[in-house]
C-alpha cells in the first residue's frame, strides 16, 4: 500500500488559542483509518484543515502525492476528499435530488438541469444505500437516519479517493450502522481511503484498520486496532495508565445507595410526537434514574415532556401529586430545573455576563417591585462562582469567553441556584475537559445527597451506569426496560439496548 | 455599594466610547462646526437642533428595545401620524372646545392608547402568531397612514392651542420641553434595562431567544410589552411633531422615521440581532443624525446629500461594529 | 412522459397550498371584476392595469430573488427613481441607449449592495437601508429635485405608451420576457439551485463546496437590474424622469412576495406565485377604483392604503395557519 494524505506537525491557534499543536496523521489508500480523542482534542480541527475551511498555522499537508494548499470545501471535493460532517450539513428545505446532486447537477445544453436525469442518478446511487425515498420530497420530511445517509451518498457520489465521516453513525440504528459498514466496505474495497471519527470505540475494531489518537491537540499514537485494547485506547485519550481507570472507574459518582423518599415526579404513558411514543418513569426524592438509549431514542424529547416544553398528546405526567407544568416558567416555579443538552442553542446567552446568565432562571424569586435586588443578585452569583470552582475574571465577564467547561457550571449553577427539587439534566458533561467533567459529576452527587433528585441523560455509558439509581432504557420513542443499581454494569446496559424487543429481568 | 456603582458606571462610559466611535464622531462633527459654521454655538442653533433630535431620539429609543430583542418595527412612522392626526380632532371637538383642559388631556391621553393598542397588535403578531417583525409591522406601516388620512380626510389641520403646543414649543429652564422629555425618558428606559426583570428579559431574548424561554422567560409578554413601548413612543413623537408645527398632516407626519430611528439606533449601537439596548447611544445616534443633517444644511450643502451622507454614516457605523466583533 | 418525473397537480397542490390559493384568489377576483364591472375586462383597463403593474411585478422579481437567499433589498424604490431620471436623460438616444444604460446603473447599486454585504459583511436590512438613502439622495441631486422630461420625439416612450398587438404594452412584454428568464434560472440551472439552497442554509451551502458568494452577489444585482429597469418603464409610462417616486415600493415588493408564498426566511419561493402575488395586491387597489366608479361606495385614495393593509393581514394570518402543522416538528434528539 502507498500512502495517500500525509498531515505532519499541523499548527493552528484561534485567538492564541492553540487547538493543534503539532498534530499528525498518515492514511494509506484503501485504509479505514480511525481518529479518536475527547471532546476538544482537535480532530475536527484537523479536519477542518485538512477541508480548507479553516488555514493551517503551520505544518505540511501531502495528498495523493502532491503538497496540498486547499483553500476552501470546494477545492477539498474537486482534490477528491469528500466529508460528511457531525452537523447535518445538508438543506433540509430542498429536495432529496437537489441535496445530493448540488453543484454536480447534470446538464442539458451546457446550462440547464437535466432533471429527470439528476432524479434518475439520485434514485440510482440511492439504492446503493438501499434506501428507497421519493427524491423529490423535501429531505427535511425524512428521518435524521435517512438525512444522514443521503449526506454520505453525496461525498461518495463525488467519486471521492478520500471520504472523512465525522460521527456518521450517532444518529443510526443498528441495521443502518450496518448498512453504513457495508459502503465503508466496499469503498476501501475500491481503494478508497476513510477517515473515520468516531467515540463509539467498539464500531472502530469491527471497522477500521489503524488509529490515531488525540489529546490537547497533539497526535499521542498511531496504532493497528488487531493490536490494541478499547482500555488501551481510552487511556490514550485521557491521557493516564489504563491500570489506573480499571481500578478507579471511570466516573466520580460512585455508587450512591438508593435511599427512596417519596415519588416526587411520576410519567405514564406519555406520547408528545412521532419522536416520543411511550414514556413512563417515576422518580423518588433523593434518587438519579438515567434515561439510556441510543441517540434519536426519545431521550431528549422525555426530558422536554417533564419541562413542559413539548405538549403532551395522551398521557399523563404527575409532579408531587398535582398536574404537571405546561411550560417552562410554571415548570421552574413548581421546582423543575432542566439543563439542556445544546448549550450554545438552548443554553448560554453569549453577550451576556455570567452572573447574568447566572441568575436568569432566579430573576422572579430576585424582584421586587419589577426591580432586580442587585445585591442579593452578586451575593449569589459569587456564592456560586466560589462553590462550583467557575474559572472567571470576574461576575461580569462575557459567558461566551468563557471555556466550555465553565461555562456548563454557570449553567449549571443557574439551575441550583432556584434550588429545585427535580433537576433534569440532558449531557451535563458533554464537550467539557475531562477535569470539569469530574467536578460537574461531584456536584451532582452532592446534591442529590442533599435530598434531591436528578434524571440524568448520558450518551456515556459510565455515567449512567455508575451514576444512576435506576435506569430507564428507551429505544425509537418508547421505554423499553428499567435497571436498578446496585448491579448494573455497562454490559448489562449494552444488552439492554441491543436487546430492546426482549423482556429482560 | 456606591463604589461598584461608580465603578459600573465608569466602565459603560468606556464601552461606549469603545463601542462604535459614535463619540469620536460627535467631537469631530461639533469641531467641524465650531470651525467652518457661521452662528453655530449660538443659543437659537441649540434650540432647532434640540426640537428636531428630540423625536427622532424618542422614537429610537423605542426602536432600540425593539431591536433588542430581535425585531424591528417599520410601523413608527404610520404610528406617528395617527396619533398626531388624533389630537386636533379631540380638542378641536366640540367636547374639546367645551372643555379646554379636559379637551387636551384627552388629546394626549387618547392618542397614546391608539398608539398603544397599534404596538400591542404588533406585539402579538410577532410574539403570538410568530410573523417576522418585518412583515408584521409592514401591515401597520401601510395601513396606519391611511386611517390617518381617512380621519382627517386627507386635510391638513392647523389650530392655535398654546396648552397643546406647549408638547412642542415650551421651555423648561431656557431649554425645549421635548429636550427634557427625551433625557427623562431616556434615564428611566436606562433603569428598566439595567436593573427590572423585564430588561434582562429583553436582552436575554435578544441574546437567545430559546434559552431565555427555557429559563423560564415570559418571553411572548416581554416582546408584547417592547412593542408597546415603541408604539406608545412613536405615538408622544407624533404629537410633538403636531405640537411643534401647530399643524397634523397625517401624510407627512412622520413620514421615513422608521428609517431615521432605525439608523439612530445602529448608529448607537445596537445590534440587529438582538441583545444590546444602547439607550443613551440611541440619543447619540440621533444627535449624529441631527447634527451631519445640520452641519451640511448651515454650510449649504442641498438637502438631498445629506441623505447620501446619512447612507454613508449607517454604513461605517455598522462596518465598525461588525469589524469589532471578529 | 409517462415516467415518475411527470407533473403530478396533486402533490404540487399538496407542497405549495399558498401557491394554489394565490392564483385561486386571482383568478375570482378576475371573474369577480369582469361580471361586476363593464369595463372591466376591456383593452384600456386591461393595458393600463397591466402597464402599471409592470413595475411593481418586476420589483418584486428582484426582490423574490434576494428574499429567497433569506436576505432583504430595501434599496429596490430609490434605485428605480434614479434609474428613471437616468433613463430620461439618456432617452434622445432612444431607447435602445436609454433602457440598457438604465439597467446598468441599476445593477451598479445592486453591486454596491452585494460588496457591503458580502465583502463588508454588512447585515442586508441595514446595507441596503444605507443605499436606499443614498440612491434616493443621488436621484434628487442629479435631477435638481425636479421631474425630468423625457425626449418625446425619440422612440424611448413607446415602450411605456404602445402597445405590442394593440394589446399588451412593450412594458408587461418586456416584464414577462425577464421573469421567463429568471424562472428559467432559479428552476433549471446550478445558479438558482444554490440560490434556494444558500436561503436553506448558507453555512450548509458552504461545506457542499457551493459558489455561495457569487450566488449571493448576482441575486443583489439581478434586484438592482430589476429595479433599474423599473426605472425605465416608469420614465417611459410618465414621460419622465421621476426623482420622488418610489416610496415605499420595497415594501410593497415584499408584500407581493411574501402573498405570493416565499418564505422570508429564504430557502422556497416561486416566480410565478410571486407575479400572481403582485398582480393580486395591484388587483385590489384596481377593483377598489372601479367600485369607487360605480359609486356604491366612496373609498378616497387613503381607503385603499387601510385595505391593502388589511389584505396584507389576511394573507399573512392565513400563513401562519398553512405552516403551522409543518413548523411543529423539530427539537433535536
Known amino acids: 500500500m502507498t500512502v495517500l494524505?500525509?498531515?505532519?506537525?499541523?499548527?493552528?491557534?484561534?485567538?492564541?488559542?492553540?487547538?493543534?499543536?503539532?498534530?499528525?496523521?498518515?492514511?494509506?489508500?484503501?485504509?479505514?483509518?480511525?481518529?479518536?480523542?475527547?471532546?476538544?482534542?482537535?480532530?475536527?480541527?484537523?479536519?477542518?484543515?485538512?477541508?480548507?475551511?479553516?488555514?493551517?498555522?503551520?505544518?505540511?499537508?501531502?495528498?495523493?502525492?502532491?503538497?496540498?494548499?486547499?483553500?476552501?470545501?470546494?477545492?477539498?471535493?474537486?482534490?477528491?476528499?469528500?466529508?460528511?460532517?457531525?452537523?447535518?450539513?445538508?438543506?433540509?428545505?430542498?429536495?432529496?435530488?437537489?441535496?445530493?446532486?448540488?453543484?454536480?447537477?447534470?446538464?442539458?445544453?451546457?446550462?440547464?438541469?437535466?432533471?429527470?436525469?439528476?432524479?434518475?442518478?439520485?434514485?440510482?446511487?440511492?439504492?446503493?444505500?438501499?434506501?428507497?425515498?421519493?427524491?423529490?420530497?423535501?429531505?427535511?420530511?425524512?428521518?435524521?437516519?435517512?438525512?444522514?445517509?443521503?449526506?454520505?451518498?453525496?461525498?461518495?457520489?463525488?467519486?471521492?479517493?478520500?471520504?472523512?465521516?465525522?460521527?456518521?453513525?450517532s444518529s443510526l440504528d443498528t441495521s443502518e450502522v450496518k448498512t453504513l459498514f457495508g459502503v465503508?466496505?466496499?469503498?476501501?474495497?475500491?481503494?478508497?481511503?476513510?477517515?473515520?471519527?468516531?467515540?463509539?470505540?467498539?464500531?472502530?475494531?469491527?471497522?477500521?484498520?489503524?488509529?490515531?489518537?488525540?489529546?490537547?491537540?497533539?497526535?499521542?499514537?498511531?496504532?493497528?486496532?488487531?493490536?490494541?485494547?478499547?482500555?488501551?485506547?481510552?487511556?490514550?485519550?485521557?491521557?493516564?495508565?489504563?491500570?489506573?481507570?480499571?481500578?478507579?472507574?471511570?466516573?466520580?459518582?460512585?455508587?450512591?445507595?438508593?435511599?427512596?423518599?417519596?415519588?416526587?415526579?411520576?410519567?405514564?404513558?406519555?406520547?408528545?410526537?412521532?419522536?416520543?411514543?411511550?414514556?413512563?418513569?417515576?422518580?423518588?426524592?433523593?434518587e438519579i434514574v438515567g434515561l439510556g438509549g441510543l441517540l434519536g431514542a426519545g431521550r431528549t424529547e422525555a426530558a422536554r415532556a417533564l419541562f413542559g416544553v413539548d405538549a403532551l398528546r395522551s398521557g399523563s405526567i404527575t409532579l408531587k401529586g398535582a398536574a404537571a407544568p405546561s411550560q417552562p416558567a410554571d415548570a421552574i416555579?413548581?421546582?423543575?430545573?432542566?439543563?439542556t443538552e445544546d448549550r450554545k442553542a438552548e443554553g448560554i446567552i453569549p453577550d451576556m455576563s455570567v452572573r447574568e446568565n447566572l441568575t436568569l432562571a432566579l430573576l422572579p424569586r430576585m424582584t421586587k417591585g419589577g426591580q432586580i435586588d442587585r445585591a442579593r443578585e452578586r451575593e449569589i452569583v459569587q456564592h456560586y462562582i466560589d462553590a462550583l470552582d467557575i474559572k472567571t475574571a470576574d461576575m461580569e465577564q462575557p459567558i461566551r469567553e468563557l471555556s466550555g467547561g465553565n461555562q456548563q457550571k454557570v449553567l449549571l449553577a443557574r439551575w441550583l441556584a432556584i434550588e429545585p427539587d427535580i433537576l433534569i439534566l440532558d449531557e451535563p458533561t458533554r464537550g467539557v475537559d475531562i477535569g470539569a467533567k469530574r467536578e460537574i459529576q461531584l456536584i451532582i452527587r452532592d446534591y442529590v445527597d442533599r435530598g434531591y433528585s436528578v434524571v440524568l441523560i448520558s450518551s456515556e455509558f459510565e455515567e449512567l451506569v455508575e451514576g444512576a439509581d435506576r435506569i430507564v432504557v428507551l429505544n425509537e420513542g418508547r421505554c423499553v426496560t428499567e435497571l436498578t443499581n446496585p448491579g448494573i454494569t455497562e454490559h448489562k446496559l449494552v444488552q439492554a439496548l441491543a436487546h430492546t424487543n426482549e423482556a429482560i429481568v | 455599594m456606591s463604589m461598584t456603582t461608580s465603578e459600573i458606571t465608569g466602565k459603560s462610559m468606556l464601552q461606549v466610547l469603545r463601542g462604535h466611535g459614535g463619540v469620536v464622531a460627535l467631537v469631530a462633527i461639533l469641531l467641524f462646526n465650531m470651525a467652518f459654521t457661521p452662528n453655530f454655538f449660538q443659543l437659537q442653533t441649540l434650540f432647532v437642533n434640540i426640537s428636531q433630535v428630540a423625536t427622532i431620539a424618542i422614537v429610537a429609543m423605542g426602536m432600540t428595545l425593539v431591536i433588542a430583542t430581535g425585531g424591528i418595527d417599520l410601523s413608527v412612522g404610520a404610528i406617528m401620524a395617527l396619533a398626531g392626526a388624533l389630537a386636533p380632532l379631540i380638542f378641536l371637538s366640540e367636547f374639546g372646545t367645551a372643555y379646554p383642559v379636559l379637551g387636551v388631556a384627552l388629546a394626549i391621553a387618547l392618542p397614546l392608547l391608539v398608539a398603544l393598542a397599534c404596538g400591542l397588535f404588533n406585539g402579538i403578531m410577532v410574539a403570538k402568531l410568530n410573523v417576522q417583525p418585518i412583515i408584521a409591522t409592514l401591515i401597520l406601516f401601510i395601513s396606519g397612514r391611511g386611517v390617518a388620512q381617512v380621519l382627517t380626510n386627507g386635510n391638513?389641520?392647523?389650530?392655535?392651542?398654546?396648552?397643546?403646543?406647549?408638547?412642542?414649543?415650551?421651555?423648561?429652564?431656557?431649554?425645549?420641553?421635548?429636550?427634557?422629555?427625551?433625557?427623562?425618558?431616556?434615564?428611566?428606559?436606562?433603569?428598566?434595562?439595567?436593573?427590572?426583570?423585564?430588561?434582562?428579559?429583553?436582552?436575554?431574548?435578544?441574546?437567545?431567544?430559546?434559552?431565555?424561554?427555557?429559563?423560564?422567560?415570559?418571553?411572548?409578554?416581554?416582546?408584547?410589552?417592547?412593542?408597546?413601548?415603541?408604539?406608545?413612543?412613536?405615538?408622544?413623537?407624533?404629537?410633538?411633531?403636531?405640537?411643534?408645527?401647530?399643524?397634523?398632516?397625517?401624510?407627512?407626519?412622520?413620514?421615513?422615521?422608521?428609517?431615521?430611528?432605525?439608523?439612530?439606533?445602529?448608529v448607537g449601537g445596537a445590534l440587529l440581532q438582538g441583545g444590546r439596548a444602547p439607550i443613551f447611544g440611541a440619543i447619540l445616534g440621533a444627535v449624529i443624525i441631527q447634527l451631519v443633517k445640520y452641519t451640511l444644511l448651515a454650510n449649504g450643502v442641498e438637502d438631498e446629500v445629506a441623505l447620501i451622507a446619512k447612507a454613508g454614516i449607517i454604513l461605517v457605523a455598522v462596518y465598525v461594529q461588525q469589524a469589532r466583533k471578529e | 412522459m409517462l415516467n415518475s418525473d411527470a407533473f403530478d397537480l396533486r402533490k404540487y397542490m399538496q407542497r405549495h397550498p399558498q401557491s394554489v390559493a394565490v392564483w385561486i384568489a386571482l383568478l375570482a377576483l378576475i371573474l369577480f371584476g369582469v361580471l361586476r364591472y363593464d369595463n372591466f375586462g376591456g383593452s384600456y383597463n386591461f393595458g393600463s392595469f397591466l402597464n402599471y403593474n409592470s413595475m411593481f411585478i418586476v420589483i418584486a422579481l428582484g426582490m423574490c430573488f434576494v428574499i429567497i437567499t433569506g436576505g432583504i433589498d430595501l434599496s429596490v424604490g430609490s434605485v428605480a427613481a434614479f434609474s428613471s431620471v437616468i433613463a430620461a436623460y439618456l432617452s434622445p438616444y432612444g431607447i435602445e441607449v436609454a433602457l440598457p444604460l438604465a439597467v446598468l446603473v441599476g445593477m451598479s447599486f445592486g453591486a454596491f449592495n452585494a460588496f457591503c454585504i458580502i465583502a463588508l459583511r454588512i447585515p442586508p436590512f441595514i446595507a441596503t437601508l444605507a443605499t436606499m438613502l443614498g440612491?434616493?439622495?443621488?436621484?434628487?441631486?442629479?435631477?435638481?429635485?425636479?421631474?425630468?422630461?423625457?425626449?418625446?420625439?425619440?422612440?424611448?416612450?413607446?415602450?411605456?405608451?404602445?402597445?405590442?398587438?394593440?394589446?399588451?404594452?412593450?412594458?408587461?412584454?418586456?416584464?414577462?420576457?425577464?421573469?421567463?428568464?429568471?424562472?428559467?434560472?432559479?428552476?433549471?440551472?446550478?445558479?438558482?439551485?444554490?440560490?434556494?439552497?444558500?436561503?436553506?442554509?448558507?453555512?450548509?451551502?458552504?461545506?457542499?463546496?457551493?459558489?455561495?458568494?457569487?450566488?449571493?452577489?448576482?441575486?443583489?444585482?439581478?434586484?438592482?437590474?430589476?429595479?433599474?429597469?423599473?426605472?425605465?418603464?416608469?420614465?417611459?409610462?410618465?414621460?419622465?424622469?421621476?426623482?420622488?417616486?418610489?416610496?415605499?415600493?420595497?415594501?410593497?415588493?415584499?408584500?407581493?412576495?411574501?402573498?405570493?408564498?416565499?418564505?422570508?426566511?429564504?430557502?422556497?419561493?416561486?416566480?410565478?406565485?410571486?407575479?400572481?402575488?403582485?398582480?393580486?395586491?395591484?388587483?385590489?387597489?384596481?377593483?377598489?377604483?372601479?367600485?369607487?366608479?360605480?359609486?356604491?361606495?366612496?373609498?378616497?385614495?387613503?381607503?385603499?392604503?387601510?385595505?391593502?393593509?388589511?389584505?396584507?393581514?389576511?394573507?399573512?394570518?392565513?400563513?401562519?395557519?398553512?405552516?403551522?402543522?409543518?413548523?411543529?416538528?423539530?427539537?433535536?434528539?
Open chain 1, 5 to 169: 494524505l500525509e498531515m505532519n506537525a499541523i499548527q493552528k491557534a484561534f485567538n492564541g488559542v492553540p487547538a493543534l499543536a503539532g498534530a499528525s496523521v498518515e492514511i494509506e489508500r484503501g485504509e479505514v483509518h480511525a481518529l479518536i480523542g475527547q471532546n476538544g482534542a482537535g480532530k475536527s480541527t484537523m479536519i477542518k484543515v485538512l477541508t480548507g475551511v479553516y488555514r493551517r498555522d503551520d505544518g505540511q499537508i501531502s495528498f495523493n502525492g502532491q503538497d496540498s494548499v486547499l483553500t476552501n470545501p470546494r477545492e477539498a471535493q474537486a482534490a477528491g476528499i469528500a466529508t460528511i460532517y457531525q452537523e447535518l450539513t445538508l438543506v433540509p428545505l430542498r429536495s432529496v435530488t437537489e441535496n445530493v446532486m448540488m453543484g454536480y447537477e447534470p446538464k442539458r445544453f451546457g446550462a440547464f438541469i437535466d432533471w429527470s436525469a439528476a432524479h434518475a442518478r439520485t434514485r440510482e446511487i440511492l439504492t446503493r444505500f438501499g434506501i428507497d425515498i421519493d427524491v423529490k420530497m423535501p429531505l427535511g420530511t425524512y428521518s435524521t437516519a435517512i438525512q444522514q445517509l443521503v449526506a454520505i451518498a453525496r461525498a461518495v457520489s463525488l467519486d471521492a479517493k478520500l471520504v472523512i465521516m465525522d460521527e456518521p453513525t
Open chain 3, 135 to 333: 440612491a434616493k439622495g443621488a436621484a434628487l441631486v442629479i435631477s435638481g429635485a425636479s421631474t425630468v422630461a423625457v425626449d418625446w420625439g425619440s422612440n424611448f416612450t413607446n415602450m411605456g405608451m404602445n402597445k405590442a398587438l394593440g394589446l399588451f404594452p412593450w412594458s408587461i412584454v418586456l416584464v414577462t420576457v425577464v421573469g421567463i428568464a429568471l424562472w428559467i434560472v432559479l428552476e433549471m440551472t446550478s445558479l438558482g439551485r444554490t440560490i434556494l439552497a444558500i436561503g436553506g442554509g448558507e453555512d450548509a451551502s458552504k461545506l457542499m463546496g457551493l459558489k455561495v458568494n457569487r450566488a449571493k452577489a448576482f441575486v443583489y444585482i439581478i434586484s438592482g437590474g430589476c429595479a433599474g429597469l423599473a426605472g425605465v418603464i416608469l420614465a417611459s409610462g410618465f414621460g419622465a424622469g421621476q426623482p420622488l417616486e418610489g416610496v415605499a415600493w420595497e415594501l410593497s415588493a415584499i408584500a407581493a412576495v411574501v402573498v405570493g408564498g416565499t418564505l422570508l426566511t429564504g430557502g422556497l419561493g416561486s416566480i410565478p406565485a410571486t407575479v400572481a402575488g403582485a398582480l393580486l395586491l395591484g388587483l385590489v387597489f384596481n377593483i377598489l377604483n372601479f367600485e369607487n366608479g360605480r359609486g356604491t361606495i366612496s373609498f378616497s385614495a387613503y381607503w385603499q392604503m387601510v385595505i391593502r393593509g388589511m389584505f396584507l393581514f389576511a394573507v399573512i394570518l392565513f400563513q401562519t395557519r398553512m405552516t403551522k402543522g409543518q413548523k411543529s416538528k423539530g427539537a433535536s434528539a
Open chain 1, 184 to 286: 465503508v466496505r466496499s469503498l476501501r474495497d475500491a481503494g478508497v481511503s476513510v477517515l473515520y471519527v468516531s467515540h463509539f470505540l467498539d464500531e472502530l475494531f469491527e471497522i477500521c484498520d489503524r488509529v490515531t489518537t488525540m489529546r490537547d491537540g497533539k497526535t499521542v499514537g498511531c496504532v493497528k486496532l488487531a493490536e490494541t485494547t478499547k482500555l488501551d485506547l481510552i487511556a490514550g485519550m485521557l491521557g493516564r495508565a489504563s491500570s489506573d481507570i480499571a481500578a478507579a472507574g471511570m466516573t466520580e459518582f460512585g455508587g450512591g445507595a438508593a435511599k427512596k423518599g417519596e415519588i416526587l415526579l411520576e410519567a405514564k404513558d406519555v406520547a408528545t410526537g412521532p419522536r416520543l411514543s411511550k414514556f413512563d418513569m417515576s422518580l423518588h426524592r433523593g
Open chain 2, 156 to 266: 391638513l389641520q392647523t389650530f392655535s392651542n398654546p396648552q397643546f403646543s406647549y408638547l412642542g414649543t415650551g421651555k423648561i429652564l431656557g431649554l425645549p420641553f421635548q429636550g427634557w422629555l427625551a433625557v427623562a425618558i431616556a434615564v428611566v428606559l436606562y433603569l428598566v434595562i439595567s436593573r427590572t426583570t423585564f430588561g434582562r428579559y429583553v436582552l436575554a431574548i435578544g441574546g437567545n431567544e430559546r434559552a431565555a424561554r427555557l429559563s423560564g422567560g415570559p418571553v411572548a409578554r416581554v416582546k408584547i410589552g417592547v412593542y408597546m413601548i415603541c408604539g406608545a413612543l412613536a405615538g408622544l413623537a407624533g404629537l410633538i411633531v403636531v405640537a411643534i408645527n401647530s399643524a397634523s398632516d397625517a401624510a407627512r407626519n412622520g413620514s421615513l422615521m422608521e428609517l431615521d430611528a432605525i439608523a439612530a439606533a445602529v
Open chain 1, 333 to 339: 416555579s413548581a421546582g423543575l430545573g432542566y439543563l
